[in-house]
């Protein structure tokens, strides 16, 4: 019912910055959460932000705090990552999804009920 689709991906210099957007659509936007994951080569799936699409609430992975921000429009049923000062270490594949639990931000992605497909974000050194 609910569609996700990414944008915004591609290949910054350590230290830049790049913002991504998650489109929403065929469901109403509001009365869950938005949360996006990233996953390297070899390594599980991690929650990187996720945010109350009611309320607006955030909750941040220790990795990314200070540095990153999500933020959502619903008007335009999009939620963004801006991400700055980028690192090596944040060459991901980043996906949104979306969370219909009300409560807490949940940060497991098998708690999450919808998924985008998915953009890569390359940082070089």
């Known amino acids: 019912q609910l569609q996700l689709v990414e944008s915004g991906g591609g290949l910054v210099q350590a230290g830049g910055s790049l913002r991504l957007s998650c489109a929403a659509s065929?469901?109403?936007?509001?009365?869950?959460?938005m949360g996006w994951f990233r996953q390297a080569p070899g390594k599980e799936r991690e929650f990187v932000a996720g945010?109350?699409?009611?309320?607006?609430?955030?909750y941040y992975a220790d990795s990314v705090k200070g540095r990153f921000t999500i933020s959502r429009d619903n008007a335009k049923n999009t939620v963004y990552l801006q991400m700055n000062s980028l690192k090596a270490e944040d060459t991901a594949v980043y996906y949104c999804?979306?969370?219909?639990?009300?409560?807490?931000?949940?940060?497991?992605?098998?708690?999450?009920?919808?998924w985008g497909q998915g953009t890569q974000v390359t940082v070089s050194s």
């Open positions: 065929g469901h109403t936007f509001s009365g869950y959460a």
């Open positions: 945010i109350r699409v009611s309320s607006g609430r955030t």
């Open positions: 999804a979306a969370d219909f639990t009300i409560g807490i931000i949940r940060t497991r992605p098998y708690e999450y009920d919808y």
